[in-house]
């Protein structure tokens, strides 16, 4: 799922780790778990350590949020509702088969992820994921080194395969999900 934990390596640790104000080295260690369970705890969210869709929209990081089957919380319970599914908050099978339907009718690549491409053009996502968030996710100059980096810890039963073959190259989201595919 869209989640940034202990053992990554990225462009996406990378920005998580100056939004926090720590060293961003890209490495997600033990500070950086740190400091994320600092974050949640001051900001009244589920204080894990791990950086997922709640966390992520609370820092205003809104281009690292990536919503996939396995996905979980307020995210996704706000999509699924303009979606016009159960909204149950959890990522499932029939929400991965809607996000689909709306992909396709508002032209966008069809891949049962909602990045912030897909975000852009729902209702509820509309006032934070602007057209300028959707540009943010592109891969700056200087993150550019972590494209070869190798994430196996992601590798697995639930993997989206062919994922990542959407995603412009440039696109901090074509790494991401290549992580998934």
Not at 39 to 45: D, H, K, M, V
Not at 69 to 94: C, H, N, P, W, Y
Not at 103 to 119: H, I, K, S
């Amino acid at each position: 799922m869209s989640i940034l934990k202990r053992g990554l390596k990225g462009a996406p640790v990378k920005r998580l780790q100056e939004k926090l104000g720590i060293d961003a080295d890209g490495d997600f260690g033990p500070g950086t778990e740190k400091a994320v369970r600092a974050f949640q705890e001051a900001n009244g969210l589920a204080v894990d350590g791990i950086a997922g869709p709640d966390t992520f929209t609370a820092m205003g990081l809104h281009e690292l949020v990536l919503l996939r089957v396995g996905s979980r919380g307020a995210a996704v319970k706000a999509m699924q509702e303009d979606l016009g599914t159960g909204a149950d908050g959890i990522f499932g099978a029939g929400t991965r088969k809607a996000v689909m339907a709306f992909q396709e009718e508002n032209g966008l690549d069809v891949d049962g992820m909602a990045g912030p491409a897909t975000l852009a053009k729902m209702k509820s996502f509309a006032s934070v994921v602007t057209d300028a968030v959707v540009e943010k996710a592109a891969v700056k100059a200087d993150e550019e080194h972590f494209e070869s980096e190798d994430l196996p810890e992601l590798k697995g039963a639930d993997v989206v395969k062919g994922s990542a073959e959407a995603a412009p190259d440039n696109s901090i989201w074509g790494k991401v999900k290549g992580w998934f595919g």
